[in-house]
């Protein structure tokens, strides 16, 4: 299947400072990836739907200001988490869709751990 | 709303058999998946299901019911590597994915 790579996959920051999370289809093209946030033993709560050239789409409740989100190319999208507070600390996971497919499956990235302290 | 129901939590043998239950309520239906996500990792596919029916792939099969908003993922030959999570998420009208809250699957010997 489908490679969908994040780096970091662990970050740990102080309060305050910013910190960018990338996700790269290794072996496909993407106009659209997904990110999500998992906090323990909860499901994936999705965050923004990012779209390649043009602004992405933030789910009800999830600051755009705070969660940057830039697609440039259809193989990579940027989170940057902004003034990253501990409330932020979470499981952020990227996700996409092939261009060819018909939205039948989505590969997901490892993920990336942070915590701020 | 919108809203995917499944068992919080499933415990069952190595060896057996289990089957763990999905109901949707969504605006449009464009699929319904099902995931693996093993602790500390991200979500891996299992299946998709957009017709009635049974689809099976190796020990883990899939059923889906659209009249009814059900599906369930059927386990078998369970495996102690098979303990994780299973999620299920259903495409909407907008084919985005709703998803459910998870079941925490435990192997026990």
């Known amino acids: 299947g489908a490679v969908v790579s994040q780096h970091p996959s662990r970050v740990i920051c102080k309060s305050g400072t910013s910190v960018k999370i990338e996700c790269r289809s290794l072996?496909?093209?993407?106009?659209?990836m997904f990110w999500y946030r998992q906090f323990p033993k909860q499901s994936l709560m999705l965050m923004a739907t990012?779209?390649?050239?043009?602004?992405?789409?933030?789910e009800q409740g999830v600051e755009k200001d705070k969660f940057l989100i830039n697609h440039a190319s259809l193989t990579l999208s940027t989170l940057t988490v902004t003034s990253a507070h501990p409330e932020d600390s979470s499981f952020y996971i990227c996700?996409?869709?092939?261009?060819?497919?018909?939205?039948?499956?989505?590969?997901f990235g490892p993920g990336t751990r942070l915590t701020v302290l | 709303g919108q809203n995917i129901d499944q068992p919080t939590e499933m415990t069952a043998t190595e060896g057996a058999i289990v089957q763990i239950n999905c109901t949707y309520q969504?605006?449009?239906?464009?699929?319904l998946f099902w995931y693996q996500q093993h602790a500390g990792e991200a979500p891996t596919f299992l299946s998709y299901?957009?017709l009635d029916g049974l689809e099976e792939k190796g020990r883990f099969s899939s059923f889906l019911s659209r009249s009814k908003g059900y599906s369930y993922l059927l386990l078998k030959e369970l495996q102690m590597k098979d303990s994780a999570s299973y999620l299920c998420?259903?495409?909407?009208?907008?084919?985005?994915?709703?998803w459910g809250a998870g079941t925490k699957l435990i192997i026990k010997p």
């Open positions: 996700s996409a869709p092939p261009t060819s497919s018909s939205y039948n499956e989505q590969f």
């Open positions: 072996d496909f093209q993407a106009t659209t």
């Open positions: 990012s779209n390649e050239g043009s602004k992405a789409t933030y």
């Open positions: 969504t605006s449009g239906f464009n699929g």
């Open positions: 299901n957009v």
């Open positions: 998420a259903v495409a909407d009208s907008n084919y985005q994915l709703i």
